[in-house]
Nanobody, 128 residues
Framework: QVQLVESGGGLVQAGGSLRLACAAS????????MAWFRQAPGKEREFVAG????????AYADSVKGRFTISRDNVKSTVYLQMDSLKPGDTAVYYCAAVSVTYRDSNLRRTETQYPYWGQGTQVTVSS
């Protein structure tokens, strides 16, 4: 199992940048695929970005393509979400999630029910 703690959220002006981090406890971190989800007020939780055991396979929601970048550092047991050109519509609670996968698994899971491990969330607020 793995425990996840998000950080890096806050208040930023539109057009600005934030980098979220998700620190994992428990081992082995490198055997987990990781993802970021977000939930805005009055909205359902949605998939934002995902990454497999290596950073060469990633996926993004259409709404964040070209603006967000997911990456991982297996030495630090941390996954990141670099968010650039932020919009007010990006305002949400951002959650880190993990699921155990094999090295050759190329299936990027995009549904929250497919992730058994979750962080507590971090608030991102983008002002206009």
């Amino acid at each position: 199992q793995v425990q996840l703690v998000e950080s890096g959220g806050g208040l930023v002006q539109a057009g600005g940048s934030l980098r979220l981090a998700c620190a994992a406890s428990g081992r082995p971190f490198s055997t987990y695929a990781m993802a970021w989800f977000r939930q805005a007020p009055g909205k359902e939780r949605e998939f934002v970005a995902g990454i497999l055991r290596n950073d060469d396979i990633t996926a993004y929601a259409d709404s964040v393509k070209g603006r967000f970048t997911i990456s991982r550092d297996n030495v630090k047991s941390t996954v990141y979400l670099q968010m650039d050109s932020l919009k007010p519509g990006d305002t949400a609670v951002y959650y880190c999630a993990a699921v155990s996968v094999t090295y050759r698994d190329s299936n990027l899971r995009r549904t929250e029910t497919q992730y058994p491990y979750w962080g507590q969330g971090t608030q991102v607020t983008v002002s206009s």
